[in-house]
């Protein structure tokens, strides 16, 4: 059986995963800002840098497997840079500091949570994407609490599926046998699009939100997918990036969004409801 570590254990898709592993045997080592193994706040250095050091010595230094599903959602009254600094750069730099122990373990697995919002939401800044890939934490935080939430949303998960393809195919990954991988979710029921801090001006563009399967997804079925990644089914796979959105994906993207398009959240709405 594998050792396993989770982000945002203590609730949605993380939750969803642990619940997953754990029934198949495997060990768990949750992390979150409360409720799990491992208390830290991946949205500062000295936070990333306690969690590793704590996951280190909770799985004697071998690592099967990583899935990073903390985030935070554009929904509520979060600032941006906030946002970008765990969504980012709290799976970003626990990756590569968990890397000796994924390297030790002979063939691990890496998954992160990005978002299907990197090809259907348009007015992604681009500056603030390439602040992250170049790893300059202090002007994309800067860059993200100028833009706001709703556009660095989706550039700290296209920064992060980004970085995985970028350093998938790398010696120093999968070289030392780590596969490194993505999920692109769509709309799924969790606290990041039902909770109650969600700012109620901005949730309306959820009703009108386009996913041709007719529904919300559900975490249990990411977490199916974090499994096979995670699992010997999947090892071929390695710099990808999943969709798993009910088809929203494959409805919008087609399209070609006007670069400088920064919407408000009333426009957001009256475009998604046009396409319903």
């Not at 998938?168 to 990041?192: H, K, Q, S």
Request: hydrophobic share 40%.
């Amino acid at each position: 059986m594998a050792t396993y570590v989770i982000t945002g254990a203590a609730s949605g898709i993380g939750a969803a995963s642990r619940r997953i592993l754990e029934s198949g045997g495997h060990t768990v080592i949750g992390i979150d800002l409360a409720h799990t193994d491992v208390t830290a706040d991946l949205s500062t250095p000295g936070g990333r840098a306690a969690a590793a050091d704590a996951v280190s010595e909770a799985s004697g230094g071998i690592v099967d497997g990583l899935v990073c599903c903390a985030g935070l959602g554009s929904l509520s009254h979060v600032p941006g840079g906030t946002l970008v600094a765990v969504n980012y750069f709290g799976a970003v730099e626990l990756v590569t500091a968990l890397k000796p122990a994924l390297e030790r373990a002979g063939g691990a697995s890496v998954v992160v949570i990005s978002s299907s919002s990197t090809t259907t939401q348009p007015g992604i800044p681009e500056n603030l994407v390439t602040a992250c890939l170049d790893g300059d934490e202090t002007e994309a935080v800067r860059i993200g609490d100028e833009v706001t939430a709703i556009p660095a949303y989706p550039a700290s998960k296209l920064a992060l599926a980004w970085w995985i393809r970028r350093e998938a195919v790398r010696p120093e990954w999968i070289g030392n046998g780590i596969r490194l991988n993505a999920i692109a979710p769509g709309m799924i029921d969790t606290p990041m699009t039902s909770g109650d801090d969600l700012d109620p001006e901005l949730a309306k563009a959820l009703d009108f939100y386009p996913v041709p399967l007719g529904r919300r997804g559900r975490p249990d079925e990411i977490a199916a997918l974090v499994e096979f990644l995670l699992g010997p089914g999947s090892t071929l796979f390695c710099g990808s990036v999943v969709f798993a959105d009910g088809g929203t994906d494959a409805l919008l993207r087609q399209q070609d969004w006007p670069a400088a398009w920064n919407p408000t959240p009333e426009e957001l709405t009256r475009h998604f409801q046009a396409k319903t």
